[in-house]
């Protein structure tokens, strides 16, 4: 308890203190001054930096030079950068050169937007680039006299723009645009890309400048590439697909009308704490670079890895409409022994990446490639995962299943093509705990007396071992159990959805010894082991046979397997011969990472 | 003075108040509490391949493995691409279990152009009971990614009051 109010005590000081699931580096330790200036071409002024030994360089210097000293010279209409560095740090300072002549008094500028894509296959990026179009961008038309904004428009679904008409004639001549990692506020879904908590400056694209005393109408196309800025248009891109997947499929509640999907404000390059990760206190999704930052390792980007940017949207969705109460943190796709929880979580959100893909492959590049896909259950890395895929906790079992209800009919291998809707309303709204076990429950329930749906679902379920079922003898009475005989499986789980409590006749004779165990817990059993009379009377139990409560446990939950969750009770028999039961139900101390129901074998052997 | 002390001393009471009442709530509702983020999926090893250029030219490959689970057996190794030579006699393979967080290196010193060092893989084969088998690979992570320049420089301005982050585009 009094850890709990140190934690507490800690928690308020850090959340005092500001930050939170990333943070950004410090501001730059050089201030140029002016940050913003306007030249005419052939005109020069002097910049200045708060720094000795500063070193500058234009990064445009067909637009501006600058010489040692700081004093800028304009050329030709346009925006240079100036660079100054000092000591391992830089900042930067932008000029404008603009036209001493008026602009136009009625500017056209049109053009197209697209970024460079890196596609992949199962072994990583292919090495080809293409060319995707940037779509609902916001995108800035902007006088370079003053740097004020003249008109605002957004690219369309083909990433095209136009500007026309614009009255430019009171300021000297020069525009440039702003194309920005941001839909306009009016668009469904919204998102925006930012760099970290700190500034959270949106990501932005600029054209070269255009001098409109000299004409009126230009065209300027955008290209982000793969070297620059291009993954953040493809994060931006990946983004819209999810929100836009979400409104076209999704039922809602008809208060609702349209599943409305929340504005996504995510962060790349963030010097996140987690890496690339979804933050639900931000409601935010954090990606990693390529450069490394925080805790991404160099060489580890993710903006172009589409799998993980849609996954973690999948995240973002659940957390919205549904309800996660995954506790988060590290996970292996090939653990069979996970939380619950983090099952679903991640399962799902692994499963609606593939939905808006229309793709079972998951690839994640980097130094190390990480490549599975959830159809046929193959991996590079995983030569085992079809058979480690499986029970209500393992993630790759959960996606592997939702997809298979999913997925088309031309690619159908099973007995279900739902499509989305019918999913989306089992999971959708819900103040419930979500586990696979309680989609189970619900999806049968919506279906119960419609169709076969749910029968269908249990076919998929029990492919990948997940035991959401009655078990034998709960229909045709329970079977004794024999001292060192076949152990016994058994399900907690009733057709009723009621508790379910095994109750398993076995003999015993005069000063016997006998050791009564559950074994092979799966599917997130724990079980509670107690033997009775003939009378019903408890003679003895256990629950946990290493003696640990996991009750109230959060984020140092057990694994759920036989070895932190299984019950046993050694005992020596000094009563006459006669049938004793064994009583197995789940846990009244369960921790929440284990299942509800669950698998379990009871056995009976002599020590 | 007398005023400002009241409307301090009130201010603190009420903090002092409210930090209670957020505890008692905080202290009921403990769920509320977890730092929770979804992360992406992690390779059982935390794997870097490193090479450090010699007086003599000779390059010395250092493949490094730090264990995110228990992990029952654990090989690490390396190919070669055939112009990478090793030319000492250290073993340039390892076997055995690692447990959580315990970490081992296998180094090795071999001959190579820079670009035939760049091809040198580092391998891992991972055993663990939570996870089944699982392979890693890795290249080279010694490239000073993170302290390239970026090019184009962006430059920070704002719009109205939203700040933005420009890069000159084509």
Request: hydrophobic content about 40%; glycine content about 10%; charged content about 20%.
């Amino acid at each position: 308890m009094q850890r709990r109010w140190i934690v507490l005590w800690l928690l308020i000081l850090s959340a005092c203190g500001g930050g939170g699931g990333g943070d950004g580096g410090p501001a730059p330790d050089i201030l140029i001054s002016p940050a913003q200036s306007n030249l005419t071409p052939g005109k020069s002024r002097k910049l200045a930096a708060d720094v000795e030994g500063a070193v500058w360089t234009s990064k445009h210097p067909d637009v501006a030079t600058v010489d040692a000293n700081g004093r800028v010279t304009g050329h030709q209409v346009g925006v240079a950068t100036i660079v100054v560095r000092s000591g391992g740090v830089r900042a930067t300072a932008v000029v404008g050169v603009v036209s001493p002549d008026p602009g136009a008094a009625s500017l056209s500028l049109s053009g197209v937007a697209q970024y460079e894509d890196r596609p992949f296959n199962e072994a990583g990026f292919t090495g080809a680039i293409d060319l995707q179009p940037i779509r609902h961008a916001v995108v800035q038309l902007i006088a370079i006299d003053g740097f004020e904004t003249l008109a605002t428009t957004a690219t369309d679904n083909l990433g095209a723009f136009v500007f026309s008409g614009i009255d430019h004639s009171n300021r000297r001549g020069g525009v440039y645009l702003r194309l920005k990692a941001d839909t306009p506020e009016a668009h469904a879904p919204t998102v925006e890309i930012r760099n970290n908590l700190d500034d959270r400056a949106i990501y932005t694209l600029t054209s070269a400048g255009h001098d409109d005393s000299l004409a009126a109408a230009f065209v300027s196309d955008f290209t982000a590439r793969v070297d620059t800025i291009g993954g953040v248009f493809n994060l931006f891109d990946q983004f819209l697909s999810g929100g836009q997947f979400v409104e076209g499929r999704a039922i809602c509640p008809a208060t609702a009308g349209r599943c409305v999907v929340p504005g996504l404000v995510a962060y790349w390059e963030a010097k996140a704490k987690r890496g690339t990760h979804f933050d639900q206190g931000l409601g935010s999704i954090f990606i990693c670079g390529s450069r490394g930052a925080g805790t991404c390792p160099a060489g580890d980007g993710d903006e172009y890895d589409d799998a993980v940017v849609l996954h973690e949207y999948g995240h973002f969705v659940l957390n919205h409409f549904s309800r996660d109460d995954s506790p988060g943190g590290v996970h292996f796709l090939g653990d069979h022994t996970q939380d619950i929880r983090l099952a679903w979580s991640e399962g799902w959100a692994t499963f609606f990446s593939s939905a808006v893909r229309n793709s079972t492959l998951h690839v994640d590049t980097g130094v190390g490639l990480l490549s599975y896909e959830i159809e046929r259950l193959t991996s590079i890395n995983m030569p085992t995962l079809n058979a480690d895929a499986i029970y209500t906790t393992n993630e790759v079992a959960v996606a592997a299943v939702l997809w298979d209800a999913f997925d088309a009919p031309t690619v159908e291998d099973d007995g279900l093509a739902l499509g989305f809707a019918p999913l989306w309303a089992a999971i959708h709204p819900t103040n419930a705990n979500l586990t696979i076990e309680s989609f189970e429950r619900r999806f049968a329930a919506l279906h119960l007396g419609m169709d076969t749906y749910a029968d269908d679902l249990q076919v998929l379920l029990k492919s990948r071992k997940i035991d959401l079922f009655p078990d034998d003898a709960e229909v045709t009475g329970e079977v004794s159990l024999l001292v060192d005989g076949a152990d016994q499986t058994h399900t907690l789980y009733t057709a009723s959805g009621a508790d379910d409590s095994d109750k398993v006749p076995f003999h015993v004779t005069r000063d016997g010894e006998y050791v009564l165990k559950t074994v092979r817990l799966k599917n997130g059993a724990d079980t509670s082991l107690s033997i009775l009379d003939t009378h019903g009377d408890v003679l003895f139990e256990n629950d946990n046979r290493n003696g640990r409560n996991n009750e109230g446990c959060t984020d140092l939950c057990p694994p759920n397997d036989e070895k932190a969750l299984a019950s046993e009770i050694a005992f020596h028999w000094t009563g006459s011969a006669t049938t004793l039961y064994a009583k197995v139900k789940r846990s009244s101390h369960a921790p929440p990472s284990a299942g509800r129901y669950g698998t379990y074998d009871l056995r009976l052997h002599r020590p | 003075m007398t005023t400002r002390n009241s409307k301090r001393g009130s201010l603190g009471g009420g903090l002092f108040g409210a930090t209670i009442a957020l505890l008692l709530f905080l202290s009921t509702a403990p769920e509320l509490l977890r730092p929770v983020s979804a992360e992406k999926p992690q390779a059982p090893l935390a794997l870097t391949l490193q090479s450090h250029l010699l007086p003599d030219g000779q390059v010395q490959l250092v493949l490094s493995a730090r264990a995110r689970l228990d992990a029952d057996a654990v090989t690490l190794s390396f190919h070669l691409p055939p112009a990478v030579t090793q030319v000492d006699d250290a073993a340039s393979m390892w076997s055995g279990p690692l447990a959580k967080d315990d970490a081992k290196t296998v180094v090795i010193l071999v001959r190579g152009t820079d670009e035939a060092i760049g091809q040198v893989v580092g391998h891992a084969a991972v055993k663990a009971a939570a996870i089944g088998t699982y392979l890693q690979e890795v290249r080279r992570t010694d490239r000073p990614i993170a302290d390239l320049p970026i090019e184009p420089v962006p430059f920070m301005t704002h719009d109205g009051d939203d700040p933005i982050l420009e890069y000159p585009g084509d």
